[in-house]
Structures are given as structure tokens and as C-alpha cells.
């Protein structure tokens, strides 16, 4: 087996189980406004586009000889290949320590649910988004694998859409939780990079 294919096969199995997490959440009982979700929602489609893209999608003679975006800027040694798989392994391990921690607290988008509140223990004390460090770790490390243009552009496409989306959930958690105990916490814990500013 080689890294891509590992690459590969770990995200499918972390999205697929991601969305069959999707059932166990408890009622929604405030959200963001649509328009806001689906700006987000077309940030990742264009990310995850660029991210995946394969010379394949643009016929079969770009399969043969990929255009210039889709080629790798460097091939490094397996070692480091392997490594990168590691590292995308442990973006999703955190992503998903995050997400069991919160249980049914989770969202896909900005919602409020049932008997919410801030939640500042298990990962949640290193970060404030421990789920979005997770996947931009996940994600960099398979753009750094696949070490295309439009891979690199959509690691960085998705890295700044999820640090626009944090902050703007903070807002949201602050009208809803209350600025209070929502500043309280930021003002420990640093919102993506874990022992960095906060």
C-alpha cells in the first residue's frame, strides 16, 4: 500500500463515520442565519474540490500528462510520506476526541442545542476549536502529501474558512451562552493552535 492510498483510505473512513455520527446529537433549538452556513458550506466544497482534485477529472489525456496545477512541486522520500499519513491520522484522533467529548452537543453548523453550555474540559482546555485543529492538521498534512498547486491552494483555501467559521461561532456562542462565560474561557485557552496565544 502506498501513503496516497492510506491518505486516502483514512478519509473515507473519518468521513464516513463522521456523518454517521451525525445521528447522535441532541435537539437543535437555535441556529445562524442560512445564508451565513451555506457561505461556509461553498468554502469547503471549493476547498475539498481543490484538495482531491486528480488529473483524471479533466480526461484521459490529463491522466497521462496532468496540467501543470495538478502536478507535485516535490516528491519527497517514502519516510516522510508515512509521516504525513501519521500526522493525518492524528488530526482525525483529535477532531474526534473533540467531538465524542462533546457528545450530543455537536453541530455540523452553528446551532444551539439542548441543555448547551461552554464546554472547557478534555481537548476543549488546549483549544477552543479543538475540532477544526484537528481537521486543518488532517488537511495540511494531505495537501503536503499530495504536494500539488491545487491541493496546497485548498489546504489553504479550507484552513481559513474553518479560522473564519471559528470566530464566527464565537460570536454566536457569546449571544446565545452568554459574553460572561464564554469570555472567561478565551481568555485561557487559545482558539486553534494548542500552548499558542490567546
Do not use: N
Amino acid at each position: 500500500m502506498t501513503p496516497q492510498l492510506a491518505a486516502i483510505l483514512l478519509w473515507l473512513l473519518f468521513l464516513l463515520s463522521w456523518h454517521a455520527a451525525m445521528l447522535w446529537t441532541a435537539r437543535t433549538v437555535s441556529r445562524e442565519r442560512m445564508w451565513l452556513q451555506t457561505l461556509y458550506f461553498a468554502g469547503f466544497v471549493i476547498g475539498f474540490c481543490l484538495l482531491f482534485m486528480r488529473p483524471e477529472w479533466w480526461g484521459q489525456r490529463a491522466a497521462h500528462h496532468p496540467p501543470v496545477w495538478l502536478r507535485p512541486l516535490w516528491d519527497g522520500p517514502s519516510a516522510l510520506a508515512w509521516a504525513l499519513v501519521a500526522a493525518q491520522l492524528a488530526g482525525f484522533a483529535f477532531a474526534w476526541w473533540a467531538r465524542a467529548h462533546l457528545g450530543r452537543l455537536w453541530s455540523g453548523g452553528m446551532t444551539i442545542r439542548e441543555d448547551h453550555k461552554v464546554v472547557d474540559t478534555g481537548p476543549y482546555r488546549l483549544v477552543r476549536h479543538p475540532i477544526y485543529t484537528g481537521f486543518i492538521a488532517a488537511i495540511l498534512a494531505y495537501a503536503l502529501l499530495k504536494a500539488s498547486p491545487a491541493a496546497l491552494a485548498g489546504g489553504a483555501i479550507l484552513t481559513l474558512v474553518m479560522a473564519v467559521k471559528a470566530k464566527a461561532e464565537e460570536r454566536f456562542l457569546r449571544r446565545a451562552l452568554g459574553a460572561e462565560a464564554y469570555d472567561s474561557y478565551g481568555k485561557r485557552t487559545p482558539m486553534l493552535l494548542p500552548f499558542g496565544p490567546v
